[in-house]
């Protein structure tokens, strides 16, 4: 036993190294910055009714000072809105901007063929209690979600407060007058492409943007994916128009590629739901993998309405309550015999709390890892042998099993769940490009060339993910693409520079009164991102409204709100000191998860890697984090938080 346990670990090491690439991140370039203009295009707006945008009344002219500035009307953006309506403002004191034609964030571009969430619905989808809106499915399409989302907008008279197509360029704090200037660009005409600039002022700007928001392709030899002559679009925004089928439906009839050879780049939790559809109507297709994904059983299946009403949603206080349930299972932080209420493939995964922390390792001494590590891979020794072993089962042909098989622990990358995916490889046309770990080598204007082989393609999909949440340093400003001018005309980057981020509860940090941010570093992690994202909000919300009260009311104005310095160095080390622990992630293959396999920098000096130990997640896990939180309002203190108004 002992000696399979090492000869396994021996193949995650040799597997994760063959895939290490020296220049990092550097392999791929972020669509919207391209230097190819048909690159760029293919994350331009293509859901947008921009004829109906025009007409709509601008909820923001040129000199407007809203009490809050939102930017970005994805979930974060959305249920932030409502969080602050709940503890006391009104829907008039917000104003939301947008990017996109419409709200929804990663559910308004992503549109793909077969999308659900890969979380249960039940606690993903936000809001759930407040509208009583109950999915259809345990796991929801995204067109519903999207829809949902929508229908919070108008629930909470959010509708008319958003400007959609403005990017936030800068805001810069005024000390005397006690807010924000905001200078946007706006967009209108056909195609949005009317740009002019738009001057406003906030008394609070909050940052909402999502983790994975910069679609990114690698950067290819040959001609480049830009010299393809046949039709090329990011998984981020799917082309109908090239396919066949319509956004509005699950499940669409991808007609236009009956006659198609199709190619597409990725095997991450995206493609894991298109190739299944892809495979239906393709011609030929061909998927390009350079590391397989771990696949696990979906089980899908519609709401019982009666289950609903008698078993998950009969009681008060329900979703928050299951939410917290499936953060504990997947931090062992659950007490024995805690029932496990979303019963799924994602709540067994007890390893995974490598990733997202827990009770058990909150601190550990780097001479500890190596123990650490030894414990987790053995936490998550049967789980891996079995999601092994359900390759070799359902897929049929020995070679290509092989070729599918994850080499790699549950934490080091997003886990997938589909009861098709694996299916797909048994059908004659659907072939599987593995390039050991290399990544395609080239571009051809007929195809891609892999293994040292041109394969001709008519269309080429690029499920290629997004840029790495790590790459801003925890920097929120840099992932909003919003230059932020603090106190004495700093931005974030510079006032951290001598010390690494310094943040309280990873929200907001000193010099830089009336901001807030969403922000997994310095904060409790999950694997289901809504759940941190409304504990965020509501903790927020609670310190806009307990300051305005202090204040003097809900209207009150020149009302400033900063953390102090001497709090954020106390989390910022506390932070710190859990960091370690998170060296497990070494052992992983690379991904968006460590820096594509670059996590530690071998040149970095011990002040940079204290620096760095700085921008971690909490390492007590998420119910910990929770319970801080819960603790330091109990306070009623705002303990760490200077309010000052006149």
């Known amino acids: 036993m002992m000696e399979d346990f090492a000869r396994i670990q021996q193949k995650y090491v040799a597997e994760a190294q063959k895939r290490v690439r020296p220049e990092g991140i550097a392999q791929y370039q972020e669509l919207w910055q391209s230097d190819s203009d048909r690159l760029r295009h293919l994350v331009d707006d293509m859901w947008a009714d921009h004829a109906a945008l025009d007409a ?95 229908d919070v907008v108008k629930r909470w008279n959010l509708e008319d407060k958003i400007l959609f197509r403005t990017q936030l360029e800068k805001v810069e704090w005024d000390e005397g007058a006690r807010v ?26 909050w940052l909402t943007a999502g983790l994975l928001s910069k679609p990114q392709v690698p950067k290819l030899s040959g001609v480049g994916i830009e010299g393809f002559k046949g039709d090329i679009f990011h998984t981020s925004l799917w082309n109908y128009d090239v396919t066949g089928g319509s956004p509005e439906e699950v499940f669409p009839v991808l007609s236009k590629l009956k006659d198609k050879r199709v190619g597409i780049i990725g095997t991450g939790a995206t493609a894991l739901q298109v190739v299944p559809c892809l495979a239906e109507y393709a011609k030929e297709l061909y998927v390009f993998q350079r590391t397989p994904s771990a696949v696990y059983p979906r089980n899908q299946r519609p709401t019982d309405p009666e289950e609903w009403k008698t078993k998950i949603a009969s009681q008060p206080g329900w979703q928050n309550s299951r939410m917290e349930n499936l953060a504990a299972l997947i931090s062992n932080s659950a007490p024995p015999g805690t029932p496990d209420l979303v019963d799924d493939a994602w709540s067994k995964q007890k390893a995974y709390s490598a990733l997202v922390g827990d009770k058990d390792f909150p601190f550990v001494t780097p001479d500890k890892i190596r123990e650490v590590l030894g414990h987790f891979l053995a936490l998550d020794a049967e789980n891996s042998a079995q999601v092994r072993a359900r390759v070799a089962e ?113 929200y907001a940090s000193p010099g830089f009164p009336n901001m807030f941010w969403l922000n997994p570093l310095q904060a409790g992690v999950s694997s289901n991102h809504a759940y941190p994202l409304g504990v965020q909000c509501q903790h927020i919300a609670y310190v806009a409204a307990e300051a305005h009260k202090r204040a003097g009311g809900f209207t009150k104005t020149r009302l400033t709100v900063e953390v102090e310095g ?81």
């Open 56 to 150: 709509r009344p601008s909820p923001l002219v040129a000199g407007d000072c809203p009490k809050f500035l939102i930017v970005g009307a994805g979930i974060g953006g959305i249920v932030a809105a409502v969080r602050l309506i709940q503890a006391g403002f009104s829907a008039d004191q917000i104003r939301i901007i947008e990017t996109a034609g419409g709200v929804g964030g990663t559910w308004y571009w992503n549109r793909y063929p077969g999308l659900h969430c890969d979380i249960e619905a039940y606690v993903y989808v936000p809001l759930l209690e407040e509208t009583g809106f109950m999915p259809s499915h345990k796991y929801a399409p995204g067109v519903e979600i999207r829809n949902h989302l929508n």
């Open 394 to 506: 359902i897929v049929k042909d020995k070679e290509t099993a092989e070729k599918l098989t994850p080499w790699y622990p549950i934490w080091c990358k997003r886990p997938t769940f589909s009861d098709t995916y694996l299916q797909c490889f048994n059908k004659p046309h659907v072939h599987l490009v593995d390039t050991e770990g290399k990544g395609v080598d080239s571009v051809t204007p007929q195809g891609l060339v892999a293994n040292g082989k041109e394969i001709p393609l008519d269309i080429l999909v690029l499920g290629t993910g997004y840029r790495t949440p790590g790459a801003d340093g925890g920097d929120a400003s840099k992932r909003a693409g919003v230059k932020v001018l603090g106190r004495g005309g700093l931005t974030i980057a510079e006032k951290w520079a001598p010390t690494g981020p310094a943040t309280l509860h990873g």
């Open 566 to 646: 001497p709090a954020a160095e106390a989390w910022s080390m506390r932070i710190m000191q859990g960091a370690a622990r998170f060296g497990v992630m070494a052992v992983c293959t690379p991904s968006y998860i460590n820096n594509e396999g670059h996590l530690v920098d071998p040149t970095a000096t011990p002040e940079d890697m204290m620096k760095r130990a700085r921008a971690s997640p909490y390492s007590a896990g998420m119910i910990a984090f929770v319970r801080e939180l819960e603790k330091w309002r109990e306070e009623g203190k705002l303990n760490g938080i200077e309010v000052t108004f006149s």
């Open 180 to 205: 924000w200037n905001a200078d946007l660009t706006t967009g209108r005409g056909p195609k949005g492409a009317d740009k002019s600039p738009l001057a406003v002022k906030a008394e609070f700007v």
